[in-house]
């Protein structure tokens, strides 16, 4: 199978079933998980600390930054998540993390602090949505120039990689926004949406599904049984208020929830437009955990929202601000509570019950 990984004038020969199916049959870069495998042993025998192995981790993914967009660029994306995703090396990661910031030496805490202090943990409404490594923040020749107005929009480390873990469980104060979407029953699906990067993601545990979209420029077809049939959306230009427009839009289905599962890894293109969808039951405490690195910012996504949440950012500009940092014991105890799951020595991950999100606003559709 050819794939075009990127190449904006012909992003719709990638669909995400072939990028699933072509990335998930393999690693595609034998160095990779050596040097992976080679780094997480090194505390375990004695070889370097945690800091040590969280530093080599941290300059691996520098070394994948230098690789020019492209197939090997992928290609060496997908190596990264799929070994150092594995839900057991995941769990190691996650302990190097704690150790690290358990060290006396206030200089081993850089790396871990800057996860901890992130705003981002539960501000979706997902319990645990945490960066976990970044890159350098300056550009390379291999980084992909930003279109016009995104560094005002999106802010200044524009080249900056990052890896995170996202955990796909709602938190328990999270109130979504009714779904005027056609969808199965008992699930929560995220507001079609695409990304202002492209990334690479493995699944660590669970599975869930994702539909891809197109905007429509008129109305479905008499019968069609798409998924946002003759729905009014709004679009909107980022994640986040205050936005500078909102469109009204429709979207058209060209790919209805296909499957992802566990040890199962996929790559997105910015101009994508996609949603993840899980089981409600399954989310309260046997959630999907994904991992996910994702390269420097090349455009301002767009967002498609039912009504009520655009009339809600309307009302609400200063929404992030209610965004805020775990306490350090609370950033612990979400690290040990995923590094347990994720090992399988606890059959559920309840992070409601390890710290409160302080916020009810979800980019959910219930």
């Known amino acids: 199978m050819t794939i075009v990984w990127s190449d904006p004038e012909n992003h719709d020969r990638l669909t995400l079933l072939g990028s699933r199916d072509a990335l998930s049959s393999g690693c595609r870069d034998d160095g990779i998980p050596e040097a992976i495998t080679g780094i997480l042993a090194g505390p375990e025998q004695g070889r370097t600390d945690a800091t040590g192995a969280l530093k080599q981790l941290q300059e691996l993914l520098e070394q994948i930054r230098h690789t020019p967009e492209g197939a090997a660029r992928v290609e060496r994306m997908n190596a990264f998540v799929r070994t150092l995703g594995q839900a057991d090396n995941l769990a190691a990661f996650l302990e190097l993390m704690r150790a690290s910031i358990r060290s006396a030496r206030p200089s081993d805490h850089e790396i871990t602090e800057r996860s901890r202090a992130s705003r981002a943990h539960c501000i979706y409404g997902w319990s645990g949505q945490s960066l976990l490594l970044a890159s350098e923040m300056h550009p390379l020749p291999s980084t992909s120039p930003a279109g016009d107005g995104v560094e005002e929009i999106m802010g200044s480390a524009l080249a900056e990689w990052v890896a ?12 979504g926004f009714e779904s005027v979407k056609r969808f199965e029953p008992n699930a929560i699906v995220e507001p079609p949406h695409s990304h202002p990067f492209s990334f690479v993601s493995y699944v660590s545990v669970g599975e869930m599904r994702q539909s891809i979209y197109e905007e429509a420029d008129g109305p479905a077809p008499a019968g069609s049984a798409d998924r946002y049939q003759d729905v009014d959306l709004e679009r909107v230009d980022g994640v986040w208020p205050p936005h500078q427009e909102y469109v009204r839009s429709r979207l058209r289905t060209t790919e209805d929830r296909l499957l992802l599962k566990q040890g199962q890894s996929y790559f997105m293109p910015p101009d994508m437009i996609h949603d993840v969808e899980v089981d409600r039951a399954a989310a309260v405490d046997r959630p999907a955990i994904t991992f996910f690195l994702r390269a420097e910012t090349v455009q301002v996504p767009k967002s498609y929202m039912v009504p009520s949440m655009a009339d809600f950012h309307r009302d609400n500009p200063e929404l992030t601000s209610r965004a805020k940092s775990l306490a350090p014991e609370e950033w612990d105890a979400m690290l040990e509570a995923m590094a347990r799951y994720l090992r399988g020595d606890a059959d559920h991950l309840r992070l ?12 959910l559709n219930v």
């Not at 409601?352 to 980019?363: D, I, L, M, P, T």
């Open 164 to 175: 995170s873990i996202h955990v796909w469980q709602p938190n328990p104060e999270a109130q």
């Open 352 to 363: 409601g019950e390890v710290f409160e999100c302080g916020s009810s606003y979800a980019f």
